[in-house]
């Protein structure tokens, strides 16, 4: 059963994306801030940390760039899940160190298809 990491600040879109997920039996542990998601990374490694871009305090840019520097999490596959859709936003996500981008809100239809792909 993979496991799943989702950094979201928004319960209503931690609600949602969990729900998705478990439906498909995945493992899903959740953060609501960057600072803690990186703890977490380094205790449940996960196969894949769903990052939301903007949160307060910590983006998750800044939350990526870090977790690339930790020997023990540095590989684990980030793709950033994020509202954010402006020109150039695709490329800083992968700048930081994202492997990969989905756009929110989610398509429901082709989130697991999307997620499968990157595991």
Do not use: Q, W
Not at 12 to 36: C, K
Not at 52 to 61: A, E, H, R
Not at 65 to 76: F, G, K, L
Not at 96 to 113: E, M, Q, R
């Amino acid at each position: 059963m993979p496991k799943i990491l989702y950094i979201e600040d928004d319960p209503n879109n931690r609600a949602l994306v969990r729900r998705i997920l478990m439906a498909y039996d995945f493992d899903v542990e959740e953060s609501d801030n960057a600072i803690d998601g990186i703890e977490k990374a380094k205790h449940y490694c996960p196969d894949l940390i769903l990052m939301d871009i903007s949160m307060p305090g910590m983006d998750g840019l800044t939350a990526t760039t870090e977790i690339r520097n930790i020997d023990e999490i540095s590989n684990i596959t980030v793709i950033a899940l994020t509202a954010n859709a402006m020109e150039g936003d695709r490329e800083m996500t992968l700048e930081a160190g994202c492997n990969g981008y989905i756009s929110k809100p989610i398509n429901v239809d082709t989130f697991i298809d999307e997620i499968s792909a990157y595991l």
